[in-house]
């Protein structure tokens, strides 16, 4: 199962963006879809999760800015940010679980979109 980002790009302080993820592949069920970043530097931490049933878990540091969604029918979860902050500055990257044909399960991840927040 392959993961594309897009949506990532240069915006002001006090901005927003929206980041969306497809997956491809022969996805039989999906289960978790998440949304990571890793500033420079820094490791890499999970941003906003949403689980099988729907409910969604995020960072303390963006909750009340950020929204994860999904469309389990175009395989696709987004990031929605508002009011970004020069922290938010990194490369996000999705990830999905799930199962593909054959019942395998599999975790996948993006290649990453850059989000550079400028004050």
């Known amino acids: 199962v392959q993961l594309v980002e897009s949506g990532g790009g240069l915006v002001q302080a006090g901005g927003s963006l929206r980041l969306s993820c497809v997956a491809s592949?022969?996805?039989?069920?999906?289960?978790?879809m998440g949304w990571y970043r890793q500033a420079p530097g820094k490791q890499r931490e999970l941003v906003a999760l949403v689980s099988s049933g729907g409910s969604t878990n995020y960072i303390d540091s963006v909750k009340g800015r950020a929204t994860i969604s999904r469309d389990l029918i175009k395989n696709t979860v987004y990031l929605q940010m508002n009011s970004l902050k020069s922290e938010d500055t990194g490369i996000y990257y999705c990830?999905?679980?799930?199962?593909?044909?054959?019942?395998?399960?599999?975790?996948?991840w993006g290649q990453g979109t850059q989000v550079t927040v400028s004050s």
């Open positions: 990830n999905i679980q799930g199962k593909e044909f054959g019942w395998k399960i599999f975790d996948s």
């Open positions: 592949g022969t996805i039989v069920g999906i289960n978790t």
